[in-house]
Nanobody, 113 residues
Framework: VQLQASGGGLVQAGGSLRLSCAASGLVFSRTNMDWYRQAPGKQRELVANISSSHTTSYEDSVKGRFTISRDNVRRRLYLQMDSLKPEDTAVYYC????????WGKGTLVTVSS
């Protein structure tokens, strides 16, 4: 299984970014997928989850601002991030669990105030 995240960058507070994760080596359409993030000096935390049936869930601080989605044909996972805040600054990782945890190489999101 390989996961490759992209789309991070520097954005001003209130701005938007769209993260993308390309997946290979798994039956993507049948696999639950997640986005995690890790801010400097903090533990990695779950940001959003999307099931194989497209059911979604979000960490409280991003509800109403972030949207997780998936394209099963292209085998891609997305995270649309709107109304970004400085506290959203972190390295963002895509993740799945198929017998064990798989992590993509993270992508850095920096939100300036």
């Amino acid at each position: 299984v390989q996961l490759q995240a992209s789309g991070g960058g520097l954005v001003q507070a209130g701005g938007s970014l769209r993260l993308s994760c390309a997946a290979s080596g798994l039956v993507f359409s049948r696999t639950n997928m997640d986005w995690y993030r890790q801010a400097p000096g903090k533990q990695r935390e779950l940001v959003a989850n999307i099931s194989s049936s497209h059911t979604t869930s979000y960490e409280d601080s991003v509800k109403g601002r972030f949207t997780i989605s998936r394209d099963n044909v292209r085998r891609r996972l997305y995270l649309q991030m709107d109304s970004l805040k400085p506290e959203d600054t972190a390295v963002y990782y895509c993740h799945t669990h198929v017998w064990r945890d798989y992590w993509g190489k993270g992508t850095l999101v920096t939100v300036s105030s």
